[in-house]
């Protein structure tokens, strides 16, 4: 049975978060910088939605305001993070491996594999604002040693088709969890399938910019589709549209299975 719900850009989690005051230590930046964040499951203190969807634990769609701002060096274990960086520019310090230095501009990516244990640092630098998205995931396996890997998505020659940035394919980065990152970026009206696995695997779909119809369900700007149960995902888009899709395995788990049957009505059959 195919089950699936939708979540419109304005039903997100909303949080704002300075650099002064008590989260000064965790929030970088001059007086007056902040970090937007628009959660799309429950984080931080947006506890009003899903608790997740399959090993999806946050999609947040976030803009470091001010310069300087961003987050301060902090720990992570058993954690993976992804973040596309859609404008701006990221500074990402992080302790994996032998530790490294990144900047990553729009288009970069990176994948952070906690595991046993790591921390990062992430700052705008540059007078712009940066806005990212950010996924943390579920590990497959618990106390990995911690990783981290990057890429660049190039929208001028990757447009119009559908292309895998994370998971088990040639040329995206690797994750050690079953779970698939892809993007679709159009400059003309097209007619795209998206085929998951397994009818049983959760395809989560973010709309960033324009528009899409998916499986008869019309989603524009920062709205989000999650379903499961499909065989196959078709989209019809207009022209200059931007769509993330990420593909997991579905976990029993729950306290997502609790709250699915509180807010029954939300969800398609």
């Not at 700052?123 to 911690?146: D, F, H, R, V």
């Not at 040639?170 to 079953?178: C, E, T």
């Amino acid at each position: 049975m195919t089950k699936s719900f939708v979540l419109r850009s304005g039903e997100r989690g909303h949080d704002v978060i300075y650099s002064d005051g008590s989260a000064s230590s965790y929030v970088a930046g001059h007086p007056g910088s902040y970090v937007a964040r628009e959660s799309s499951f429950n984080f931080h203190q947006y506890q009003g939605g899903r608790p997740g969807f399959g090993t999806i634990r946050v999609f947040g769609d976030e803009v470091f305001n001010g310069s300087g701002c961003g987050y301060n060096m902090h720990p992570h274990h058993n954690f993976i993070i992804c973040a596309f960086v859609l404008e701006g520019e990221l500074t990402h310090i992080n302790t994996a491996g032998h530790g490294m230095v990144d900047q990553l501009r729009q288009g970069d990516y990176y994948v952070f594999s906690a595991g046993s244990g790591g921390k990062h640092c992430e700052l705008s630098i540059s007078p712009e604002n940066m806005n990212a998205i950010y996924l943390w995931l579920m590990p497959g396996q618990l106390y990995l040693p911690p990783s981290y890997h990057r890429a660049h998505f190039d929208i001028r020659t990757r447009r119009n088709r559908i292309v895998q940035l994370v998971g088990d394919v040639d040329g995206a980065l690797p994750v050690a969890q079953d779970l698939r990152v892809s993007r679709l970026v159009t400059d003309r009206v097209g007619h795209f399938t998206y085929t998951p696995r397994t009818p049983e695997h959760g395809v989560y779909v973010f709309v960033v910019d324009g528009g899409a119809t998916v499986n008869g369900v019309a989603l524009a700007r920062r709205d989000s589709m999650g379903i499961t149960g499909a065989g196959a995902l078709v989209l019809d888009v207009p022209d200059s549209s931007d769509v993330f899709f990420v593909e997991t395995a579905m976990l029993d788990d729950g306290r997502i299975r609790a709250w699915e049957k509180a807010h029954g009505a939300d969800l398609i059959d």
